[in-house]
């Protein structure tokens, strides 16, 4: 996982920011860097345990957030002091269609799009934390609502996800395409907590990206059965396929390494749209 002193911006007495979502102020890490350790904390212990494990991904989180400082959201307590959520996004420019492979492609665009100069047309949200002390706060709404006026302020015209759904652990062996389509008997809405928190602020599902994340060395190989060991505090005595904490999908163990990797639901916002159904912060999802 990243050192969060490797997010560090420097401190400031101001807070700054003064944005409103549903009620709670927000900011950035531009105008808040004294806190930006305390958000990288948050999203070191929240964050699945193997997402930012390779050094590849590492370096495109860190590069992408110290880049785009003004489009890393910070929701604080009343006091100011506490961070209790944390919202990462980034502008590219969106073609005819969504980035191939999903949080690894929209990554790569993000900084290939920066270092070609290309205007931005959306932001893409990559990553959201919230803390346990902000429990039954709606912050997953408040999140999305402030990537959407970020989004906004930016002059752009689409918000993207590439989301990764909170509940898909226990349907290991359904294809994302059709847990992408999953609903609830009873209520007739998204079985899936955090999609059903995109579609109710306005989201859209586009379809699976393949390959969202996949965990590989520094190398580029595939870590090996030790270290997946050590992440997961499992043993793997045998080749197979093993159910590990948090996962998507299944650690894939051969010859001595492990093979992971899984898909996400590709969410989309038209700015130019109001969301179908208001939020309420009493309302039951």
Known sequence: MPSPEKFSLGT???LGGGRVANG?????FDQCPDKVVAAARLLDIISFPYFLTDNHTQHQFILVSERFKEDQIIFLDDTGEKVLAVGFSAPLHLAESLPENGWEGGMNQIISDDQEGKKPNALMAFSASISADAK??????????AFMQRAKELGLEKLIAPARPT???KYLDMPMEEYANLLDEKTGKHLDPWIRAHQRNGGKIMGVGRNSHVVCASSGAWPSVAQWEKWTGMKFTEDGEYEIPQGNARLHIHDGVGEYREDCIWMEYDLNQNTEEPVSLTKEV
């Not at 709670?24 to 950035?28: F, L, Y």
């Not at 039954?136 to 609502?145: A, S, V, Y």
């Open 24 to 28: 709670s102020h927000w900011t950035t």
């Open 12 to 14: 400031t007495e101001n």
């Open 167 to 169: 509940n898909k652990g």
């Open 136 to 145: 039954g706060q709606r912050m997953g709404d408040k999140i999305l609502i």
